[in-house]
């Protein structure tokens, strides 16, 4: 998919300069598509800056500037959710398998939750080659295209917690836990028990499945 679209409506020229770090309430950090709630090392905020605006790939800096990190990224597209897994399985040293896990739960909460695709939906998009087109047109689609998801990411020297909301209706994830009722030999509908099975950590989801908690311990082999 190639729309690409920052949520942030700001001009990069018309905002203003970034506060030095160690400076508390950085609610308005002017990030395009993300609320940074601490202030982060320097080199750590230069690299999330250059990230976000879609910058030339530079190398993230050492793990431990990281540490304390606490921001939250506002998603809406597929483009948004590829940008938001790169930042989280480096900021919080994610293993590839757990990185997949994440992936499957923001997906869920773009295409599911703010978009309100559900499961036969999907399954009759995917077999009639349809799927890509719903998606673009519901993301235009008034009734939709105001929806954000939420990321919120915050670790400490070697934990994290991630926390996932969405503005849908909500569903019966129980069912989804369910190994009675959960799907099973399906091309999808399964993304849930994927990030369940990632060693993404301990995952829980809130009353009616809008917003899900993992907290779980960053990979050594992955702290460079």
């Known amino acids: 998919m190639n729309r690409r679209r920052h949520l942030s409506t700001q001009n990069d020229a018309a905002q203003p300069a970034l506060p030095p770090a160690g400076v508390p309430n950085h609610d308005a950090l002017p990030l395009p598509g993300c609320v940074m709630h601490k202030a982060p090392h320097v080199d750590a905020l230069a690299w999330l800056s250059r990230t976000l605006r879609c910058v030339e790939e530079v190398a993230p800096p050492p793990y431990q500037h990281f540490k304390d ?7 809406q597209t597929f483009d948004d959710i590829d940008q938001c897994i790169k930042i989280a399985t480096t900021v919080l040293a994610l293993a590839p398998l757990a990185t997949t896990g994440l992936r499957e739960l923001v997906v869920n909460a773009v295409e599911h939750g703010n978009l309100e695709i559900d499961f036969d939906q999907k399954s009759e998009l995917l077999a009639t080659g349809k799927w890509q087109d719903e998606i673009e047109s519901r993301l235009a689609n008034a009734a939709f295209c105001d929806r954000i998801a939420s990321v919120e990411l915050m670790r400490d020297d070697s ?3 991630i926390r996932v909301t969405d503005q849908g209706p909500g569903f019966d994830w129980r069912k989804h836990l369910d190994p009675d009722t959960a799907p099973r030999h399906m091309l999808h509908g399964r993304g ?6 990632a060693g993404l950590g301990d995952i829980q989801y809130d009353g009616s499945g809008n917003r899900v908690t993992i907290r779980g311990v960053s990979d050594p082999d992955q702290q460079t």
Do not use: C, R
């Open 69 to 75: 990190f606490h921001a939250t990224l506002k998603v």
């Open 159 to 161: 934990t994290f917690t």
């Open 192 to 197: 849930m028990s994927l990030a369940m099975g």
